[in-house]
T-cell receptor, first 112, second 114 residues
Framework: DTGVSQDPRHKITKRGQNVTFRCDPI?????LYWYRQTLGQGPEFLTY????????KSRLLSDRFSAERPKGSFSTLEIQRTEQGDSAMYLC??????????FGPGTRLTVL | AQSVTQLDSQVPVFEEAPVELRCNYS??????LFWYVQYPNQGLQLLLK??????LVKGINGFEAEFNKSQTSFHLRKPSVHISDTAEYFC????????????FGKGTRLSVIA
């Protein structure tokens, strides 16, 4: 098992552009989480899926953000009309049920 | 709702010296507690966790933590640090139901000095 993978690792974009990130969880894990980490802060929860169902969304997830997990395997996080305040590390984690969450390496987004 | 306070944003310590990273939490329900480590440009790795049982929990890389319910604390300790322990350390909490996300503290930057 190669663990949780995220793509791309780095993304630089101009303000107003749309970006999409991908997360591939550990294959047997049914839960997948997205977190955002800004400089000097701990990760903050954005949303999570159990299989293909999106069970919870944070108020941090504005209407410019959307996440999907169409077949209960990989997930995508899209940010529309990016703003400079969206610059952060976006972390994905997966788990089997309530067990330990395993984190990916993250995607670092820079909005110019 | 839960919250986590990591009392020190930065902790410098000399190599082979002991270290304690402090964590206090707040919750109206019973919780599970975790410590994660993050090396530069990497994701988070679980160091140790407290679910139940013995309040002294041993983790990887020689770290241990003690759960103190009366003081709502979960401090992380290592008796002798190495240069390779230089990293960001995060304390996190989650309620017993498991259906809520992890809530993290702001992190403590441990810098080990040769």
């Amino acid at each position: 098992d190669t663990g949780v993978s995220q793509d791309p690792r780095h993304k630089i974009t101009k303000r107003g552009q749309n970006v999409t990130f991908r997360c591939d969880p550990i294959s047997e894990h049914n839960r997948l989480y997205w977190y955002r980490q800004t400089l000097g802060q701990g990760p903050e929860f954005l949303t999570y899926f159990q299989n293909e169902a999106q069970l919870e969304k944070s108020r941090l997830l504005s209407d410019r953000f959307s996440a999907e997990r169409p077949k209960g395997s990989f997930s995508t996080l899209e940010i529309q009309r990016t703003e400079q305040g969206d610059s952060a590390m976006y972390l994905c984690a997966s788990s089997w049920g309530q067990n330990e969450q395993f984190f990916g390496p993250g995607t670092r987004l820079t909005v110019l | 709702a839960q919250s986590v306070t990591q009392l020190d944003s930065q902790v410098p310590v000399f190599e082979e010296a002991p270290v304690e990273l402090r964590c206090n939490y707040s919750s109206s329900v019973s919780v599970y507690l975790f410590w994660y480590v993050q090396y530069p440009n990497q994701g988070l790795q679980l160091l140790l966790k407290y679910l139940s049982g013995s309040t002294l929990v041993k983790g990887i890389n020689g770290f241990e933590a003690e759960f103190n319910k009366s003081q709502t604390s979960f401090h992380l300790r290592k008796p002798s640090v190495h240069i390779s322990d230089t990293a960001e350390y995060f304390c996190a909490v989650r309620d017993f139901s498991g259906n809520t996300p992890l809530v993290f503290g702001k992190g403590t930057r441990l810098s080990v000095i040769a």
